[in-house]
């Protein structure tokens, strides 16, 4: 029998046998995440059978559900694919942002904040799913209290407190913590406007001769990570970076990765930022802010994983 | 022969119909030749007004309809205009005849609410259908401030402002206030909307301003309208914001 649960020791490790039942079901969680030209470390990568196309298109390989936390920001993220086959894209702000409550269409233009033809979602962590099969589908957190993953440092197979608390939550199916103070307001947008391509749809939205484009994973990543850098910007104190992106040697040796590592080591780096480690984008090489080196996707294959290079 | 006026021979100060007795049921009323009535607002619309109501439902519509415009013409003298769009779904001839209806019945005065009128306002803020957005009661009396009147001082503003707000607060499930947005000047709606899951306050609707005086004159022009609040609220619920910017938008436009 496929099970939707995950040991909190999965992140990087071999992944295990496709599922294949028709029930949303999570993938092996890699530790990095290819997208966009860069890399992202996520929180959820599930696989959503009744949503995704059958028919083969770009849209395969494709997850169905991504969500991750932005480095930038320290938003979470999330990629969600809909009914008709096109995806969403959400970003979540904490209590005390700016906008924080707002509906979508009372956030005034002036302020700038679109995504793709603009946003048509806003609200609260959706908990209407917890503890079901469907929980795939609801617009939340993985995890309420977003735990920090330092992909600085290895981690110790013997801390077992540290791996409780990074993974607490894992389980999809486990029952969200539902605390006022830590609900966060998600804003989000969809795909599916004329000239946009639902691949699972029989009318295809048509914008005058133009052929629908499918809005594939990419795009809607570079819209959900813009919507967060928008969002961001309208807070008064733009905290810095919380993980340091990788040096324009996106493949560094694991010699410089020490040396690295030890430059960028607690007390070292008296500048560093308080919330490093929350969330990982992995910005393109050439990054004026480099200052780490990248850790590579041991499952991507020619790209250079950590095996291969040792 | 004219009809005397009301206050020759009533209590102006009582809602109009305070002399009517309630049947030992309290279904029904009876007026002062024992003659017994369907309801208050049968009473007043047939006995009073000479109409005949189709049906129950279609009398308090038009009592609704009555209760909204004649609070418009209390608080702000509404015009042709602004009632055809508020109240008449954009009928302006429904409105004139309206308006035409309530000068020959002396419930009007040139365009002000008589004694009679202010008696019916309040008559109709109290009997109100329980399934509607209320118009809360006394709205059409609290004090206000007109944005364009100068000889009233900051102080005196903010004094009338306040007391609009906490009537607000108390009275009504969404209202406007003055906050930032983000960093600017601004006017939301913010209000109750159930949810999961908890039914948090939300922001509806916002606007920005270039400074505070703009804000203030703006927060004075939907202070003389805080009968519609509700009915705005839900015109966004239904709808959308910016259904709502269209629609004061449409109002500014309308002469008052």
Redesign the interface.
């Given at each position: 029998m496929p099970s939707n649960r995950r040991t909190s020791s999965s992140r990087g490790r071999k992944p295990a046998l496709p599922n294949r039942s028709s029930e949303p079901h999570e993938l092996p969680l890699p530790r990095t995440f290819p997208i966009a030209g860069t890399e992202i470390v996520p929180q959820q990568v599930w696989r959503i059978p009744d949503r995704h196309p059958r028919l083969p298109g770009p849209w395969k390989g494709e997850p169905d559900r991504l969500a991750w936390i932005d480095a930038a920001t320290g938003y979470s993220c999330l990629i969600l694919r809909q009914r008709s086959g096109a995806l969403s894209g959400y970003v979540s702000v904490p209590v005390g942002h700016?906008?924080w409550?707002?509906?979508h269409?009372?956030?005034?233009p002036?302020?700038g904040i679109s995504a793709h033809r603009g946003l048509n979602y806003s609200?609260?962590?959706?908990?209407?799913l917890a503890g079901t099969p469907g929980a795939a589908l609801r617009i939340c957190h993985t995890q309420h209290e977003a735990a920090a993953v330092d992909l600085m440092r290895e981690r110790d197979p013997l801390d077992k407190f540290t791996d409780w608390v990074a993974h607490a939550g894992r389980d999809p199916l486990a029952e969200p913590e539902?605390e006022?103070a830590k609900?966060a307001w998600w804003f989000g947008f969809s795909t599916d406007f004329p000239g946009d391509l639902e691949p699972l749809e029989q009318q295809v939205n048509h914008m005058g001769a133009e052929a629908p484009v499918y809005r594939d994973l990419s795009y809607v990543f570079t819209e959900v990570v813009g919507l967060a850098g928008q969002l961001h910007a309208?807070t008064?104190a733009n905290e810095p970076l919380a993980v340091a992106p990788p040096p324009p040697e996106s493949l560094a040796s694991p010699q410089a990765r020490k040396r690295q590592k030890r430059d960028t080591a607690p007390g070292v780096d008296a500048g560093a930022p308080v919330r490093a480690g929350r969330g990982q984008n992995r910005q393109p090489p050439g990054n004026i802010f480099s200052a780490a080196p990248p850790r590579q996707n041991p499952l991507l294959p020619g790209k250079g994983g950590a095996d291969e290079q040792a | 022969m004219s009809r005397p006026n009301y206050d020759y021979w009533r209590e102006p100060s009582l809602p109009w119909g305070y002399w009517l007795q309630h049947e030992p049921h309290y279904r029904e009323v009876r007026d002062e030749e024992g003659r017994v009535w369907p309801s208050l607002h049968d009473y007043f619309y047939t006995h009073r007004l000479g109409l005949e109501p189709f049906n129950p439902s279609f009398l308090e519509h038009s009592m609704r309809r009555m209760l909204a415009a004649f609070c418009a013409i209390e608080r702000r003298g509404a015009g042709i205009e602004e009632l055809a769009i508020e109240v008449f779904d954009g009928k302006r001839d429904v409105a004139r005849h309206f308006l035409m209806q309530c000068e020959s019945e002396r419930l009007t005065d040139r365009g002000m609410l008589t004694v009679e009128g202010r008696a019916v306002l309040h008559m109709l803020e109290l009997t109100q259908a329980p399934d509607m957005p209320a118009i809360p009661v006394g709205v059409a009396d609290m004090p206000r401030v007109h944005p364009d009147d100068t000889s009233i001082g900051p102080e005196e503003r903010e004094r009338v402002f306040g007391a609009q707000e906490a009537f607000a607060r108390d009275n009504l499930r969404f209202r406007f206030i003055r906050e930032?947005?983000?960093?600017s000047p601004?006017i939301?709606?913010v209000g109750l909307a159930l949810?999961?899951?908890?039914p948090?306050?939300?922001?509806?609707?916002?606007?920005?301003f270039a400074n505070d005086a703009a804000r203030d004159r703006m927060f004075a022009w939907l202070t003389l309208r805080l009968d519609r609040w509700a009915d705005w609220a839900e015109l966004?619920l239904k709808s959308?914001?910016?259904t709502l910017t269209e629609r004061l938008l449409q109002l500014m436009l309308a002469p008052e």
């Open positions: 700016p906008l409550g707002y509906e269409d009372a956030v005034p002036s302020l609200q609260y962590c959706d908990d209407s539902l006022p609900m309208l008064k | 930032k947005v983000v960093s601004g939301k709606l949810g999961r899951p908890m948090f306050t939300r922001v509806i609707w916002s606007m920005e966004v959308s914001a910016q």
